[in-house]
């Protein structure tokens, strides 16, 4: 049975990852590192509340096989262009990096549609970075996945892209499928099994295919 860490169970794919992680009988112990305390309770969770300036600091009482991340933000959160790169750039980075050094073989990280380094459009070019970035530090399996539009339940009011997720799926008929808006649900469940079954080195999963499986 495998050790996971998860890095983001307070979010719309992490909150789902965790209850899937849970429930597997695959994984016998997960770390999930948060801010502040979740309120989770059970026998496979360990909670860290973490500073994540210092998460290259971590250290782990057992070896990791597998590290998830659902870590993000936005640019209306982050508050500027720094604080988002620091996000979702820096933290994720050095989240690998400790991970790697935990013994991880396997690293699974929610990316973005559009992800490019050389991207005009600043959100898209820090989720390429990060893709770039994470390649390099040698992990048996890299899982990228590249969800569209994420659908589900936000602690937060996000009205544009409430928005623009009833338009997405009152026309789902008429959009290609690596645009087609999609359940956090699904991309966490996809990612599960992309940690349980992928054997390719690096693997790129778009939106569409998430859908598919």
Same mark, same amino acid.
């Given at each position: 049975?495998? %050790?996971?860490? &998860? =890095?983001? =169970?307070?979010? #719309?794919?992490?909150? !789902?990852?965790?209850?899937?992680?849970?429930?597997?009988?695959?994984?016998?112990?997960?770390?999930?590192?948060?801010?502040?305390?979740?309120?989770?309770?059970? *026998?496979?969770?360990?909670?860290?509340?973490?500073?994540? $300036? /210092? &998460?290259?600091?971590?250290?782990?009482?057992?070896?990791?096989?597998?590290?998830?991340? %659902?870590?993000?933000?936005?640019? /209306?959160?982050?508050?500027?262009? *720094? +604080?988002?790169?620091?996000?979702?750039?820096?933290?994720?980075?050095?989240?690998?990096?400790?991970?790697?050094?935990?013994?991880?073989?396997?690293?699974?990280?929610?990316?973005?549609?559009?992800? +490019?380094?050389?991207?005009?459009?600043?959100?898209?070019?820090?989720?390429?970075?990060? *893709? !770039?970035? #994470?390649?390099?530090?040698?992990?048996?399996?890299?899982?990228?996945?590249?969800?569209?539009?994420? #659908?589900? *339940?936000?602690? !937060?009011?996000?009205? =544009? $892209?409430?928005?623009?997720?009833?338009?997405? /799926?009152?026309?789902?008929?008429?959009?290609?499928?690596?645009?087609?808006?999609?359940?956090?649900?699904?991309?966490?469940?996809?990612?599960?099994?992309?940690?349980? +079954?992928?054997?390719?080195?690096? #693997?790129?999963?778009?939106?569409? !295919?998430?859908?598919?499986?």
């Amino acid at each position: 049975m495998r %050790t996971a860490i &998860i =890095a983001g =169970a307070s979010g #719309l794919i992490g909150k !789902e990852l965790v209850q899937k992680l849970i429930t597997s009988d695959d994984y016998r112990l997960i770390y999930s590192l948060v801010r502040k305390k979740s309120g989770l309770i059970n *026998e496979k969770i360990r909670e860290l509340v973490i500073d994540f $300036e /210092k &998460i290259g600091q971590l250290k782990f009482d057992e070896p990791i096989d597998d590290v998830f991340c %659902t870590l993000g933000t936005t640019m /209306k959160q982050a508050g500027s262009r *720094e +604080n988002f790169k620091k996000v979702d750039f820096e933290y994720i980075v050095a989240l690998a990096k400790s991970g790697k050094q935990a013994g991880a073989s396997r690293f699974l990280v929610i990316s973005s549609m559009g992800a +490019n380094p050389k991207s005009s459009i600043f959100y898209n070019q820090i989720k390429g970075m990060t *893709e !770039e970035a #994470l390649k390099k530090i040698g992990f048996n399996q890299l899982v990228i996945l590249q969800p569209s539009l994420l #659908l589900g *339940e936000r602690p !937060e009011r996000r009205v =544009a $892209e409430r928005l623009s997720g009833f338009i997405m /799926k009152a026309l789902n008929f008429l959009i290609p499928d690596n645009y087609k808006a999609i359940r956090a649900e699904k991309v966490a469940e996809c990612m599960l099994k992309m940690a349980l +079954n992928s054997t390719d080195q690096v #693997l790129i999963v778009k939106s569409g !295919e998430m859908h598919r499986k």
